[in-house]
């Protein structure tokens, strides 16, 4: 039989191919033509099948779909450590807040390239981003030629950002607009919280998602604090208001879900809401810890997420699935309370639901061709039992040695293809000073 044509063949020690089966396969090989993969199998089985322009030999590496944060605020990379060591809402109001009045478009797409430079040498192909300007984000998610879902957030009107309602309305419709038609990036509506919105404006921003058919997220639930807070504001919890207001839909995406009641878990479970996981933001901010076993038990799908760089401090979604392995099992005391598959699950087959691309997250012929490959020819990575294991357990972002998304290759050994790494390290370096200043005046 003639062999027929890709574009691209990509072959590795292990694919670790998060299909159906969660088949691992030795010797392993993809053929990937346009944005697509055409076939996954052995390296005999693919090269007897298939001709490509080019052949990448990844050699002792593990391939894996590019991992999907589920949530992050990338342009706050350059907020990284500028503020540690404190509480949820002293954080937010005394030093968040106060900088971020300050951005400009510029500054945000200058954080954005940073973190998109980040997270791609690091293996995250996809995010579900939430911040101000978010067209300069999608500007550099698009330049480095990774995939998002933007959301431009809004707060309790006015803010800094938007003089009335319809203001935010009118900006997230023409978000929406400017990337209808862009393969690789989708827009969200995205109220920062509870407490920094009202009921009556979250149900209007519902409404606006549902006419646009956009997903909806909004951080709930973060901490005991921020439900005291609700609570004195409004008479409810955070995820009570959500519920009362009818905003617990299919279409509804919770960032946390720290405090939380078996209740409320039912309620987000029956509405067909999803969560995205966020441990070490968490703990940094001592915000506590999820109960994610109880939502995962419930059937809730549950993505992974980093957070902003500001509360991380970095967007590695290895460090991010190690933690998130770890603190199930310690806080339950119980070591078979997270596996190392179901957090692989988190951060590849459910972070694709929970962004909504359907078509990524898993290696299979016909999904979109978002790969990575860890070089496990490493000191920290030998010997090798189980390629799982490692990935969960003892990899890091500063392994990963391929990063591939829609076909396209965006980092390779070392090398950015998409970005010019020396000006983005050059001009964050500059905006130090500028977030010291905008802390001096507030
Ligand atoms: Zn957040």
Redesign the pocket.
Known sequence: MQPNKCDLIIKSSYILTQNDERELIENGAIAVSGSVISSVGTQTDIESAWIADETIDCGKSVILPGLINA?T?VPMTLMRGVADDLPLLEWLHNYMFPIESGLTKDLVELGARLGCAEMVASGTTAIFD?YMYEDAVGKAVDETGMKAVLGEGFFKFPSPFFKTAQDAWDVIEALHDQFADHERIRTAVTPHAVFTTDPDQLAESMELAERLDLLWQI?AAESVPETKLTLETFGKRPIQILKEYELLRERTRL?HCVDVTDEEIGWIKDAGAMIAH?PQ?NLKLGSGICPLTKFLEAGVTAGLGT??AASNNNLDMFDEMRTAALLQKGFLQDPEAMPAQTVLDMATVSGADFLGFHDTGKLETGMKADIIAINMDKMHLKPVYNPLSHVIYSAGGQDVRLTVCDGKVLYRDGKFLTVDVETISREAEKAVEWALQRLENR
């Open positions: 949530h605020h939430g951080h960032h966020n933001s957070d902003g």
